[in-house]
């Protein structure tokens, strides 16, 4: 059975070490968790204990150290997967299971972090305003058209962090600031708020586009008083101009380093991998399976047709320090 530990940042949690059993750190929802964790549990006999924390998850592991009792991180965007290997509180994994199942783009080439599932980051645009196909690509909101149009959240948020990364990898650092500075230029408001609240503001006719997750569609539809904001608008999924597809991020897991119950941890890394929780997890969070011939669910493949680009992730994730400076530099939230 599931044993959930909804703690604050700072104190420890007092999970156990015991051989059948592996200890996570989760940034993802009990609701978005359970299934996975019923799922492994009845495939493998072992418990899985968890611990829901909504930040710090890295600087957590590096003040716990050695005495961390976590065996497992689960998170979201790859700048925070790359962010806890950087701070050395992570460590390779080899599993031929986990390098079958998950494409190469999608894992670390060292093996620290595997992704489990993606989410596109597409425009969400009024269906009353905006005619089908009007905007193609990234490049295209940076166009003098949508001036006054477009609404986003923080410039400096991980999401927002994650395609501006993938910009500077297919455009250049010169071209991605021009960009920015286009962008900024057409915003209808100042930045605030999550991807939900754009899409609101959709519906209230203070902008006809804005950026978003995928996820965050199959969220409102399920939530009364927001699917009236969810009808308002539909999905469209633009590309890079150099005719890559639409970007991409993940839902991730990785091992930590020194974890004590490596064979359980590395067993339920490996079941995240399998058709049965690919199936389960995109279905629950409303994503993008990555295991070669798993489908999204029904909900999820009626939004479109998805051409993920291909750009190897961690590429993208090395941008990261340049990406956050040029959001500040055109003061993108100012």
Known sequence: MLRTAILATTALAALPAIADEVNVYSYRQPELMQPLVDGFEEATGHTANVVYIDKGITERLVAEGERSPADLIFTVDISRLAE?????????????????????AMRDDEGHWYGVTTRARIIYASKDRVAEGEVTTYEDLADPKWKGRICTRSGTHVYTIGLVSAMIEHNGIEETK???????????????????????????????????????????????EQQEWADSVRIEFPTFADGSGTHVNISGVAMVKGAANEGPALEFMEYLSSPE??????????????????????????????????????????????????????????
């Open 277 to 334: 929780a690919q199936s389960i997890y995109a279905d629950v969070v409303n994503e993008y399976p990555v295991a070669p011939g798993s489908e999204p669910s029904e909900l999820v493949a009626g939004w479109g047709d998805l051409t993920p680009d291909d750009t190897d992730l961690t590429a993208v994730a090395s941008h990261r320090a340049e990406a956050l400076k040029l959001v500040e530099q055109v003061d993108f939230d100012g």
């Open 84 to 104: 806890a290997k950087e701070a050395g509180v992570t460590q390779p994994v080899e599993s031929e299971t986990l390098n079958a199942n998950i494409p190469d």
């Open 178 to 224: 021009e960009w920015l500075e286009g962008l900024k230029a057409n915003l209808a408001k100042a930045p605030s708020g999550g991807d939900r609240e754009q899409v609101k503001a959709i519906w209230a006719g203070e902008c006809d586009i804005s950026l978003g997750n995928t996820y965050y569609m199959g969220a409102m539809l399920k939530d009364p």
